[in-house]
Every structure is written in C-alpha cells, then in structure tokens.
Nanobody, 122 residues
Framework: VQLQASGGGLVPAGGSLTLSCTAS????????MAWFRQGRGPERDFVAA????????FLADSVEGRFTISKDTAKNTVYLQMNSLKSEDTAVYYC????????????????WGKGTQVTVSS
C-alpha cells in the first residue's frame, strides 16, 4: 500500500493550495482517508477526514471554513483544498487511510504517506 501526497509548496498568506493524495494497493472507495499535519511541535495533528464513500467529512476547528476535503474514487485520490492560508498552517501534511469508520483519531489510521511541505509566508 502506498499513499503519495503532492501539491505542497510556498504560498503567501491569504493564498490557496490544493494537496492531492493518490493511493495504490488499496481502493480509496473502501477506506476512510484523512489529512494530518505536523508543524514545529512533536504531534501530528488532525486536519480533515472523509468517509469511504465521500459522504461524511470532518474538519478541525482551526481550518473550518477555509479547507475542504474531497475524494475522487475513480482516480483513487483524496484532495485537500486550502484557502485563506495563514502562517500557522505551515507544516508537513500527511495523508492517511483507515479501514475503520471515519475518525479524527490518529491512532486509528493504518496507512500513511510521506508528507508534503506547505509553507505560508507572512
């Protein structure tokens, strides 16, 4: 199983980025998927999650109204649209998949991709 994240980069505050995570070795339509991020601290924090059918989504309070998570099962890909970016959004973003129910709990995710760096300049 591989989760390949892409789309990170350097963006000014107020700008937008879209991250993509393409899965191989599993069907995105059978798994809940999520994005987490790790800034300067040791913890990998929850950002957004989407159910196996794309019908149920969760967003962290810190990104509610600015970020959107979506899934294209035909492409086996999950997206994170990030708008109105702030300097505090700077982090390495990781995608993850779980065969459990959609959850914000990092420990419940079975598969992780390598991260993609997002840097927001103020």
């Amino acid at each position: 199983v591989q989760l390949q994240a892409s789309g990170g980069g350097l963006v000014p505050a107020g700008g937008s980025l879209t991250l993509s995570c393409t899965a191989s070795g599993l069907l995105a339509s059978s798994y809940a998927m999520a994005w987490f991020r790790q800034g300067r601290g040791p913890e990998r924090d929850f950002v957004a999650a989407i159910g196996w059918d794309g019908g149920r989504t969760f967003l962290a309070d810190s990104v509610e109204g600015r970020f959107t998570i979506s899934k294209d099962t035909a492409k086996n890909t999950v997206y994170l649209q990030m708008n109105s970016l702030k300097s505090e959004d700077t982090a390495v973003y990781y995608c993850a998949a779980t065969f459990a129910v959609t959850t914000t709990d990092r420990a419940k995710y079975n598969y992780w991709g390598k991260g993609t760096q997002v840097t927001v300049s103020s």
